[in-house]
Nanobody
Framework: QVQLVESGGGLVQAGGSLRLSCVASGPISTLNAMGWYRQAPGNPREVVAV???????KYADSVKGRFTISRDNDDNAVYLFMNSLTLEDTATYYC?????????????????????WGQGTQVTVSS
Protein backbone atom coordinates (compact mmCIF):
# COMPACT_ATOMS: atom_id res chain seq x y z
CA GLN A 1 0.00 0.00 0.00
CA VAL A 2 1.15 3.54 -0.62
CA GLN A 3 2.54 5.74 2.11
CA LEU A 4 1.08 9.23 2.32
CA VAL A 5 2.70 12.39 3.64
CA GLU A 6 0.67 15.54 4.16
CA SER A 7 1.96 19.07 4.44
CA GLY A 8 0.73 22.63 4.22
CA GLY A 9 -1.22 23.02 7.41
CA GLY A 10 -0.75 25.95 9.72
CA LEU A 11 -2.31 28.92 11.41
CA VAL A 12 -4.36 31.25 9.25
CA GLN A 13 -6.81 34.04 9.90
CA ALA A 14 -10.46 33.63 9.07
CA GLY A 15 -11.05 34.44 5.45
CA GLY A 16 -7.58 33.29 4.48
CA SER A 17 -6.40 30.45 2.31
CA LEU A 18 -4.20 27.39 2.58
CA ARG A 19 -3.09 24.64 0.27
CA LEU A 20 -2.65 21.16 1.66
CA SER A 21 -0.50 18.63 -0.15
CA CYS A 22 -0.49 14.87 0.08
CA VAL A 23 2.32 13.05 -1.65
CA ALA A 24 2.16 9.31 -2.17
CA SER A 25 5.13 6.96 -2.15
CA GLY A 26 4.08 5.40 -5.42
CA PRO A 27 1.90 5.89 -8.47
CA ILE A 28 -1.62 7.05 -7.75
CA SER A 29 -3.02 6.75 -11.25
CA THR A 30 -4.47 3.32 -10.49
CA LEU A 31 -5.92 4.24 -7.12
CA ASN A 32 -9.68 4.33 -7.24
CA ALA A 33 -10.03 7.16 -4.77
CA MET A 34 -8.00 9.69 -2.84
CA GLY A 35 -9.35 12.25 -0.51
CA TRP A 36 -9.14 14.56 2.44
CA TYR A 37 -10.80 14.05 5.77
CA ARG A 38 -10.69 16.07 8.93
CA GLN A 39 -11.27 15.61 12.60
CA ALA A 40 -11.73 18.27 15.21
CA PRO A 41 -11.41 17.49 18.93
CA GLY A 42 -14.52 15.80 20.22
CA ASN A 43 -15.90 15.30 16.74
CA PRO A 44 -15.94 12.25 14.50
CA ARG A 45 -13.88 12.13 11.36
CA GLU A 46 -15.67 13.61 8.38
CA VAL A 47 -15.14 13.88 4.69
CA VAL A 48 -13.85 17.12 3.25
CA ALA A 49 -13.34 16.16 -0.38
CA VAL A 50 -12.62 13.01 -2.33
CA UNK A 51 -11.36 12.51 -5.85
CA UNK A 52 -12.48 9.41 -7.71
CA UNK A 53 -10.59 7.76 -10.55
CA UNK A 54 -13.33 8.62 -13.06
CA UNK A 55 -12.46 12.27 -12.55
CA UNK A 56 -15.37 13.15 -10.35
CA UNK A 57 -15.13 14.68 -6.91
CA LYS A 58 -17.34 14.86 -3.87
CA TYR A 59 -17.31 17.62 -1.31
CA ALA A 60 -18.80 18.10 2.09
CA ASP A 61 -21.63 20.60 1.93
CA SER A 62 -19.80 22.82 4.38
CA VAL A 63 -16.86 23.33 2.01
CA LYS A 64 -18.55 23.45 -1.37
CA GLY A 65 -17.58 26.56 -3.25
CA ARG A 66 -14.63 27.20 -0.93
CA PHE A 67 -12.42 24.12 -1.22
CA THR A 68 -11.11 22.38 -4.31
CA ILE A 69 -9.47 18.97 -4.51
CA SER A 70 -6.96 18.39 -7.26
CA ARG A 71 -5.24 15.15 -8.14
CA ASP A 72 -1.94 15.16 -10.03
CA ASN A 73 -0.92 11.74 -11.27
CA ASP A 74 2.43 13.03 -12.53
CA ASP A 75 3.36 14.25 -9.05
CA ASN A 76 1.67 11.32 -7.29
CA ALA A 77 -0.08 13.91 -5.20
CA VAL A 78 -3.46 15.23 -4.24
CA TYR A 79 -3.99 18.79 -3.16
CA LEU A 80 -6.66 20.61 -1.24
CA PHE A 81 -7.06 24.27 -1.99
CA MET A 82 -8.91 25.94 0.86
CA ASN A 83 -10.29 29.45 0.54
CA SER A 84 -12.47 31.63 2.75
CA LEU A 85 -11.50 29.63 5.79
CA THR A 86 -13.70 29.85 8.85
CA LEU A 87 -13.20 28.94 12.50
CA GLU A 88 -15.22 25.79 11.85
CA ASP A 89 -12.53 24.55 9.47
CA THR A 90 -10.09 24.15 12.34
CA ALA A 91 -9.15 20.47 12.52
CA THR A 92 -6.50 17.92 11.77
CA TYR A 93 -6.66 17.10 8.09
CA TYR A 94 -5.84 13.61 6.86
CA CYS A 95 -5.15 12.30 3.41
CA UNK A 96 -6.57 8.91 2.48
CA UNK A 97 -6.09 6.66 -0.51
CA UNK A 98 -7.08 3.33 -2.04
CA UNK A 99 -10.63 2.48 -1.12
CA UNK A 100 -11.33 -1.24 -0.73
CA UNK A 101 -14.84 -1.29 0.63
CA UNK A 102 -18.09 -2.22 -1.04
CA UNK A 103 -20.39 0.58 0.01
CA UNK A 104 -18.84 3.77 -1.32
CA UNK A 105 -21.98 5.83 -0.92
CA UNK A 106 -21.82 5.29 2.83
CA UNK A 107 -18.10 4.86 3.39
CA UNK A 108 -16.83 8.02 1.74
CA UNK A 109 -18.58 10.16 4.33
CA UNK A 110 -16.44 8.76 7.16
CA UNK A 111 -13.39 7.45 5.36
CA UNK A 112 -14.11 3.83 6.20
CA UNK A 113 -12.19 1.18 4.22
CA UNK A 114 -9.29 3.24 2.93
CA UNK A 115 -6.03 1.30 2.97
CA UNK A 116 -3.67 4.24 3.39
CA TRP A 117 -3.73 7.26 5.65
CA GLY A 118 -1.31 10.07 6.24
CA GLN A 119 -0.19 11.28 9.63
CA GLY A 120 -2.34 14.40 9.50
CA THR A 121 -1.65 18.10 9.27
CA GLN A 122 -3.14 20.66 11.61
CA VAL A 123 -5.15 23.56 10.28
CA THR A 124 -6.03 26.26 12.77
CA VAL A 125 -8.17 29.21 11.77
CA SER A 126 -8.11 32.21 14.05
CA SER A 127 -10.51 35.13 14.31
Amino acid sequence: QVQLVESGGGLVQAGGSLRLSCVASGPISTLNAMGWYRQAPGNPREVVAVSVSDGSAKYADSVKGRFTISRDNDDNAVYLFMNSLTLEDTATYYCAADYWGENWRVDYHTGAHFRSWGQGTQVTVSS
